[in-house]
């Protein structure tokens, strides 16, 4: 099986600044896409950033400029460095991942548990 593990969220002041992490492990041969998403109650849950295997980024038009996303391929992690934090960005954050696990197999999608991300004065 894949592990999606999430970390670093946690409670922050409006203006302020939180880093994500999210490490996959288990049974992978390769890991191409990776991805944070959020959802808030009542919600949709809605793409923030995403990362290729080719290195190409795309972000939601509500974060750009401030959030940016990054992996360490070696380690099968992505972080998600928010900057300038608002209110409005409060939500679970969930990582998502297309994972390979051996060669020739069909890549498939994997969401971690989730971090709560509150920006709150």
């Given at each position: 099986?894949?592990?999606?593990?999430?970390?670093?969220?946690?409670?922050?002041?409006?203006?302020?600044?939180?880093?994500?992490?999210?490490?996959?492990?288990?049974?992978?041969?390769?890991?191409?896409?990776?991805?944070?998403?959020?959802?808030v109650p009542g919600k949709q849950r809605e793409l923030v950033a995403i990362s290729t295997s080719g290195g190409s980024t795309n972000?939601?038009?509500?974060?750009?400029?401030?959030?940016?996303?990054?992996?360490?391929?070696?380690?099968?992690?992505?972080?998600?460095?928010?900057?300038?934090?608002?209110?409005?960005?409060?939500?679970?954050?969930?990582?998502?991942?297309?994972?390979?696990?051996?060669?020739?197999?069909?890549?498939?999608?994997?969401?971690?548990?989730?971090?709560?991300?509150?920006?709150?004065?």
């Amino acid at each position: 099986q894949v592990q999606l593990v999430e970390s670093g969220g946690g409670l922050v002041q409006p203006g302020g600044s939180l880093r994500l992490s999210c490490a996959a492990s288990g049974s992978i041969f390769r890991v191409n896409a990776m991805g944070w998403y959020r959802q808030v109650p009542g919600k949709q849950r809605e793409l923030v950033a995403i990362s290729t295997s080719g290195g190409s980024t795309n972000y939601a038009d509500s974060v750009k400029g401030r959030f940016t996303i990054s992996r360490d391929n070696a380690k099968n992690t992505v972080y998600l460095q928010m900057n300038s934090l608002k209110p409005e960005d409060t939500a679970v954050y969930y990582c998502h991942a297309l994972v390979e696990r051996a060669p020739g197999r069909s890549p498939m999608w994997y969401w971690g548990q989730g971090t709560q991300v509150t920006v709150s004065s």
